[in-house]
């Protein structure tokens, strides 16, 4: 069964601590690796994505992650987070002939305390 | 470039209505997945429309279910609601190979 599997569901940091937060998936076939965030009250937005090539993919605000095909793991991570980073985070996956079809695991809230 | 709109932001329904959701797409994109939010479950795909077409669809009941206009706008229909059906729908556009997302219409049943 396809899936996504993140670890953490509650991850409290103070500013300026290192971020890494897990995602695991089980998924057959070629897949394309997605980190979404939920700022409160806003949209989904996409953090990064990885389709192929460089396994470790660089997104927006500083945030990265890196792909291990053998651990089928996806993580994300921030050298220092910013109390701004406070917001949910999302693993997704999709096939890599269709992204209109995602998996989500069931994300993970992180807070940032001064 | 206007982003995904939903409509209406909110609507509270009673057990046994039903409910239509509309989702405009960003200009010139044709895909169109819709996707179910709870705290519980996260999110969860519904199905997608591309072309007027529903080309993938998620396991929910038959009660669920859309379609896509010419003008790649899509709309989703919920019968005979149950509580458990409170949750944010959200739509999205796929350009790019991303998906953009709407603000989410937030269904509660009563």
């Known amino acids: 069964a396809q899936s996504v599997s993140q670890h953490n569901h509650h991850v409290i940091l103070s500013e300026a601590a290192s971020l890494e937060l897990g995602c695991n998936y089980s998924y057959g076939g070629t897949v394309n690796l997605f980190w979404y965030v939920q700022y409160p009250g806003q949209h989904l937005q996409l953090l990064l994505k990885?389709?192929?090539?460089?396994?470790l993919v660089k997104g927006i605000k500083g945030f990265e992650a890196e792909f291990i095909k053998s651990k089928f793991s996806f993580n994300l991570r921030k050298p220092s987070v910013h109390w701004s980073d406070a917001a949910e985070y999302f693993c997704?996956?999709?096939?890599?002939?269709?992204?209109?079809?995602?998996?989500f695991g069931t994300g993970t809230r992180l807070q940032v305390f001064p | 470039k206007a982003g995904v709109t939903q409509t209406p932001r909110y609507l509270i329904k009673t057990r046994g209505q039903q409910v239509t959701l509309s989702c405009s797409p960003i200009?010139?994109?044709?895909?169109v997945s819709w996707y179910q939010q709870t705290p519980g479950q996260g999110l969860q795909f519904l199905f997608e429309?591309?072309?007027?077409?529903?080309?993938n669809k998620g396991n929910f009941p038959g009660r669920f279910s859309g379609r896509q206009f010419s003008n790649s706008r899509s709309e989703m229909n919920v019968s005979t609601l149950e509580l458990g059906d409170s949750a944010l729908y959200l739509c999205a556009s796929s350009g790019r190979n991303e998906q953009f997302f709407g603000p989410g219409t937030r269904l509660t049943v009563l």
């Open positions: 200009s010139g994109h044709r895909s």
């Open positions: 429309y591309f072309s007027e077409t529903q080309r």
């Open positions: 997704a996956v999709g096939a890599s002939y269709n992204t209109d079809k995602l998996i």
């Open positions: 990885y389709f192929s090539g460089d396994p």
